[in-house]
């Protein structure tokens, strides 16, 4: 049963991969960056595990290079690795909470445009600072709305029923 919420994520992470590249690939235009599929691989890592996420990761990635983009194998290197930074944080001892999850995808989202805007930079394509630096400001906050979205979704399709909720740590101990 658990390897049928796994094609399940997948079949979620495909019809995510279609909604960037018909959709929101083309409401960059005006300065909206979202990145769905960053968010559903940190969803994976985080509901299914580190392997299923570098998986998927790879996968998505590679195939949305081939589809959209201008240097292969970049995006596939960038969610593989993304894969690898949130599993890392989540075995650092994160508790598994909406702040927590907010703070992953913010991160991510970061360390996603510094690194795409280097590997730009170190094959000569055109980079542009004063888009980098808006992008560094709007983007984590666009994948944190889609956050609130797309990890309700993993979650109850993961067949786990995890709590999560906001609020203080020692709270019922007063």
């Not at 019809?15 to 559903?40: A, G, H, P, R, W």
């Not at 998505?60 to 593989?80: C, H, N, Q, R, T």
């Not at 055109?126 to 980098?132: A, K």
């Amino acid at each position: 049963m658990k390897i049928f919420y796994k094609f399940l994520h997948f079949f979620i992470l495909i019809i995510c991969l279609l909604l960037q590249i018909v959709f929101f690939e083309y409401i960059k235009t005006f300065s909206i960056n979202f990145d769905l599929v960053m968010v559903v691989i940190i969803a994976v890592v985080i509901f299914d595990g580190t392997f299923w996420g570098i998986l998927f990761g790879f996968a998505a990635g590679m195939m949305l290079d081939l589809l959209i983009g201008d240097i292969i194998g970049v995006s596939a290197l960038i969610y593989s690795l993304n894969a690898f930074i949130v599993s890392k944080l989540i075995t650092s001892g994160f508790k598994l909470k909406y702040l927590t999850y907010s703070f992953i995808v913010f991160l991510v989202t970061e360390i996603n445009i510094i690194i795409v805007s280097l590997i730009r930079y170190l094959f000569n394509f055109s980079s542009n600072w004063m888009q980098m630096g808006l992008e560094l400001t709007t983007k984590p906050v666009l994948n944190i709305v889609l956050m609130f979205i797309i990890f309700p979704v993993i979650s109850i399709s993961s067949g786990m029923a995890r709590e999560t909720e906001f609020g203080f740590k020692y709270k019922n101990k007063i």
